[in-house]
Nanobody
Framework: QVQLVESGGGLVQAGGSLRLSCAAS????????MAWYRQAPGKQRELVAT?????????GDAVKGRFTISRDNGKNAIAVYLQMNSLKPEDTAVYYC?????????WGRGTQVTVSS
């Protein structure tokens, strides 16, 4: 099992920045890719960014140029970060961390990000 705990969400004004963190622990040796997703009220969950075990990154079109994903690979834990700049009200959502292993995907419980106009 892999446990994921997100943190760093909150309320910020448009144009501001937030940095989300995700701590992955447990049986992590099978974990390769990590990702951030988000889900706004009444909308489907959408991909924000991914990062492979080797550090290759991809971004959703809505956040390209504003968000940056990064990771630290430790012996017993993985930390994944999402630096969010130039935030917009439409970035308001619950942000979820996902870990992909050879067996299954694991999800965190999410952290709320609210951007006021």
């Amino acid at each position: 099992q892999v446990q994921l705990v997100e943190s760093g969400g909150g309320l910020v004004q448009a144009g501001g920045s937030l940095r989300l963190s995700c701590a992955a622990s447990g049986i992590i040796y099978n974990v390769n890719a990590m990702a951030w997703y988000r889900q706004a009220p009444g909308k489907q969950r959408e991909l924000v960014a991914t990062i492979s075990g080797g550090g290759r990154t991809t971004y959703g079109d809505a956040v390209k140029g504003r968000f940056t994903i990064s990771r630290d690979n430790g012996k017993n834990a993985i930390a994944v970060y999402l630096q969010m700049n130039s935030l917009k009200p439409e970035d308001t959502a619950v942000y979820y961390c996902k870990a992909t292993s050879i067996l299954t995907d694991y999800w965190g419980r999410g952290t709320q990000v609210t951007v006021s106009s």
